[in-house]
């Protein structure tokens, strides 16, 4: 494993998932005061996910090949053990479901995107 790849890659996938984190808390909620608050937490949680995005897809890589079907096997993965539980919020009385879909939606594609970006810095170069 090339750690120097794994951590280029853990940025790039980290920037996407704090984007998509961003967005999401800030179209979500009214109160602006709490984006500054939670900015820490917010970049420190999209740092370790976006570590586990990059250092899961270089465990990935040469059992399952390079490319986008490496990438969309590994954010599944990763987004069902983040999420999992929280698929069952769906079937919950009066959640709308439109809102319950939106939040799998986003939530599988940052994850999906990131190990994506992560997997595309660790290409192997030839010799």
Known sequence: MNWKRIWT??????????????????????NFSL?????????SEAFVQGFFCSAFYAVARPRLGPGPKTAIIVGTALYLIKYGLGLIWMLA??????????????G????????????????????
């Open 108 to 127: 599988w594609g940052k994850f999906v995107l990131a190990t994506y970006l992560a997997g595309w810095q660790y290409i192997e170069k030839a010799p």
């Open 9 to 30: 890659g853990a940025a790039c996938a980290t920037g996407v998932i704090a984007l998509f984190d961003f967005f999401t808390l800030r179209f979500g909620t009214s």
């Open 35 to 43: 984006l500054g608050l939670t900015s820490v937490i917010l970049l």
């Open 93 to 106: 009385p009066g959640i709308p479901v439109s809102a319950a879909f939106l939040h799998v939606i986003i």
